[in-house]
């Protein structure tokens, strides 16, 4: 019986989190103090990435100078988008202009101070990456960063691109 009930919990959830509108109805804020709603990210009808990190993650900050890097070459060749979501909170927020001021980094940074985003995709431990279809359905995520990593992101948002 417990098996049974833990099989539908983890097909309920992935049924939940996969194939479905992802982005929620979400006020969050740009850097540079704009309202956006979470709905809205998109790509003009091609895949995105959605980065979670924090200013005090330093896996977080490895995985986005690494995808900066290569950002530019990315957008050239296939046209993705980056949305790195910050996570910090009111105690921690105030370091991420600076941090970002102080990035090259060419992507779309955001802030979800009240961790809504966070919880309502199911995030835990940053730094935690979800590739978007043109639908806005999850297609892929991973959690956690090793180097090389970035490499396995752009590989999903290519195959992505060609579904």
Known sequence: MKRLILIVT???????VFGQQVLPNVSLKTVDGK????????NDGKPFAIC?????????LMELSAIAENYEQWQE???????????????????????VSSSDWGFEVILDVNSELKRALGVNNPPHTFVVNAKGEIVWQHVGYAPGDEENLIEKLIEVSGE
């Open 52 to 60: 979670f990190w924090a200013t005090w993650c330093k896996p977080c």
């Open 35 to 42: 309202a956006i709603n979470a709905n809205e990210f998109n």
């Open 10 to 16: 983890v097909l309920l959830w992935f049924g939940g």
């Open 77 to 99: 060749d296939t046209g993705i988008k980056i949305y790195a979501v910050s996570i910090d909170d009111s105690r921690t927020q105030s370091k991420v202009q600076p941090l």
